[in-house]
């Protein structure tokens, strides 16, 4: 198990992910291939890419804790 800034993420977890990652893959690759051309812009440009813990693109690594009301506020209007 892997705790990277209080995320947690287990051999299963990365299996799992995995296991995503290279189904949608695969059905992005089938559907590139039986689509006509005309319909392919409809299509992702890449399969699904799950975070990983600790990942600098990962946003939920970049979310903060506000506690200050006025910032609050003005987020609210």
């Known amino acids: 198990m892997w705790r ?3 995320q947690q993420w287990t ?3 990365e299996l ?3 296991l995503l990652e290279r189904v949608d893959a695969w059905g992005l690759t089938n559907a ?7 319909h392919q812009k409809y299509l992702p440009e ?3 890419q799950v975070p990983r813990p600790g990942d ?3 946003d939920r ?5 506000i506690t200050d009301a006025r910032e609050i506020a ?3 209007g």
Request: no cysteine; proline share 3%; charged share 30%.
């Open 61 to 65: 690594a970049r979310d903060r804790v």
């Open 56 to 58: 600098v693109a990962n």
């Open 4 to 6: 990277v800034e209080g």
């Open 46 to 48: 890449s399969s699904i």
């Open 32 to 38: 590139r291939i039986q689509l006509p051309k005309k």
């Open 74 to 76: 003005a987020f609210f």
């Open 16 to 18: 799992f992910a995995q």
């Open 11 to 13: 051999v299963r977890d």
